[in-house]
C-alpha cells in the first residue's frame, strides 16, 4: 500500500473523540490570550482552526454515507459542537464578532441535532464522555455571554443563561452515569469530569461579566446567585483536578490515547477558569494559580502531541507494509 493510502486509511479510522484535540487546542489559545501571551494565543488559534476545519470536512465526507465510523449517538460526538463555540470564543477574542457569530449559530445548529441522539443513550456505568453533554451546552453559554458583552445585545446573554442552567443539569446527569472506576483506570476522557465544572464557571465569569458591560441583564439577586454558583463550580473543579491529578500520579497510564486530548482540555480549562473568575469577580489572587495551571497545560498539550505524531506516523507507517 502506497504511503499516501495508508494516509488515508488512517484517517478514515479516526474517532469522533479526535475531537478534543480541537477543544484542547482552542481552551489553550484562550487562557494564553487571557494571560496576555497574543502572539502564543493566536498561534494555538490558528492550530485548533486548521484541526477543526480537518473535522468538519471529515464530516462532510462522511455525512452522504451516513457518517460511517462515527456513532452519532454516542457521547464522543458532541465533542464537535464545544470545539466550535471555543474556536468562536478564541476568534471573538482576537479578530472580530462576525465569524464568531457564525460559530455560534452553527454550534447551536449541531447541538440541536445531536443532543437527544445523545442523551437518550445514557447509561450507568459510561466513562467522563458523558459529561460532554455539560461540555456543549456550557460552550454554547461561554461564546453566547461573550459576544452578547461584544456586541451589546442582551438576548444573547439570558439565552447563555440558559445554556448555562441547562448545562449544570447535565452534569449532574452524566456524574450520576459516570464509573467512578474510571478515576483510577480512565485513559483520558475521565478528566472530563473536571473540565465540564471547570468551563461552566468560565461560563458564568463571563456571564457576570456581561452584566458588567453595560447591559441591564438581572437584578441584584439574580447577579448574587450567579457570582456564588461559579465560585462554587471552580472550587469543586480546583477538587476534582487534585483528586484527578493524584490518581493519576498513584496509578500512571502510559502511552498513547486519543482520549488524553480530553486530559489536557481539562487541564487548560481550569486555567481559563481560574484566570476569568479572577477578572469577572475582581479576584487578583486567582491569576498567580491561573498561569501556573496554564504552563501546566501548555507542558501537557506539547507532550500529547509529540506522542500522538509518534502513534500517526507508526500506524501510517504499519498500514503502509500491508
Known amino acids: 500500500m502506497s504511503g499516501t493510502s495508508a494516509l488515508r486509511t488512517w484517517w478514515a479510522q479516526r474517532p469522533p473523540a479526535t475531537g478534543a484535540a ?6 489553550l489559545s484562550v487562557g494564553l490570550q487571557q494571560a496576555g501571551y497574543e502572539l502564543l494565543s493566536r498561534i494555538a488559534l490558528a492550530l485548533a482552526g486548521a484541526a477543526w476545519l480537518g473535522l468538519v470536512a471529515d464530516i462532510a465526507v462522511r455525512l452522504p454515507r451516513g457518517l460511517p465510523g462515527w456513532p452519532v449517538g454516542s457521547p464522543a460526538a458532541l465533542t464537535v459542537v464545544p ?57 454554547i453559554a461561554v461564546l453566547g455571554a461573550v459576544l452578547a458583552a461584544a456586541v451589546r445585545v442582551a438576548w444573547l446573554a439570558h439565552a447563555g443563561l440558559v445554556f448555562f442552567w441547562l448545562g449544570l443539569a447535565f452534569y449532574l446527569i452524566g456524574l450520576r452515569c459516570f464509573d467512578r472506576r474510571q478515576v483510577a483506570a480512565g485513559a483520558g476522557d475521565h478528566w472530563m469530569a473536571s473540565g465540564a465544572l471547570a468551563l461552566s ?57 486519543v482520549r488524553r486530548w480530553s486530559t489536557v482540555f481539562s487541564m487548560a480549562m481550569t486555567a481559563v477558569a481560574a484566570l476569568s473568575v479572577a477578572a469577572a469577580l475582581r479576584a ?39
Do not use: H
Open 22 to 27: 480541537v477543544l484542547a487546542t482552542g481552551a
Open 83 to 139: 470545539a466550535t463555540a471555543l474556536l468562536g470564543t478564541g476568534i471573538s477574542g482576537l479578530y472580530g464578532q462576525q465569524l464568531a457569530e457564525a460559530l455560534l449559530a452553527l454550534a447551536f445548529a449541531l447541538w440541536a441535532v445531536l443532543v437527544l441522539l445523545v442523551v437518550r443513550n445514557w447509561e450507568r456505568g459510561m466513562s467522563g464522555a458523558v459529561f460532554l453533554g455539560c461540555v456543549a451546552a456550557e460552550g
Open 201 to 257: 464557571a468560565v461560563a458564568g465569569s463571563r456571564l457576570i461579566a456581561a452584566a458588567g458591560s453595560g447591559l441591564y441583564l438581572w437584578n441584584k439577586d439574580d447577579n448574587t446567585v450567579l457570582r456564588s454558583v461559579t465560585i462554587a463550580l471552580l472550587a469543586l473543579a480546583f477538587v476534582w483536578y487534585c483528586v484527578l491529578a493524584a490518581a493519576e500520579l498513584l496509578r500512571p497510564r502510559t502511552g498513547y490515547d
Open 284 to 322: 487578583p489572587w486567582l491569576r498567580g494559580p491561573g498561569q501556573v495551571l496554564l504552563w501546566i497545560a501548555v507542558a501537557a498539550w506539547c507532550a500529547v502531541l509529540a506522542v500522538a505524531v509518534r502513534s500517526v506516523v507508526e500506524s501510517v507507517r504499519s498500514t503502509a507494509r500491508r
